[in-house]
Nanobody, 124 residues
């Protein structure tokens, strides 16, 4: 089992940028596919982005493609989500998650471990 801790959330104006970080501890970070998900009030948790174990492959939700970038640092056991051109619809609690599978997956229930989440609020 791994422990995940997100940071970097807060309040930003529409059009602004923010970078989220997720520090991972407990087991070898490079064993895990890492994903970012978000959950807005009254809505289900949804996929945002995923990066494979080496960092060489990424996949994004259509709603964030071209605006968000996921990356990982396997030396420092951290995954990042750079968010640009933020919109009020991006307001949510953002979670990082770890998956020990060999597959790239986008469904929340398929992930093994989760962080506590960090709030991102985008004002109009």
């Amino acid at each position: 089992q791994v422990q995940l801790a997100e940071s970097g959330g807060g309040l930003v104006q529409a059009g602004g940028s923010m970078r989220l970080s997720c520090a991972v501890s407990g087991r070898a970070f490079s064993r895990y596919v890492m994903g970012w998900f978000r959950q807005a009030p009254g809505k289900e948790r949804e996929f945002v982005a995923v990066v494979n174990k080496s960092g060489g492959f990424t996949q994004y939700a259509d709603s964030v493609k071209g605006r968000f970038t996921i990356s990982r640092d396997n030396t420092n056991n951290t995954v990042y989500l750079q968010m640009n051109s933020l919109k009020p619809d991006d307001t949510a609690v953002y979670y990082c998650a770890a998956d020990e599978s060999v597959f790239i997956r986008t469904i929340p229930r398929e992930y093994d471990s989760w962080g506590q989440g960090t709030q991102v609020t985008v004002s109009s």
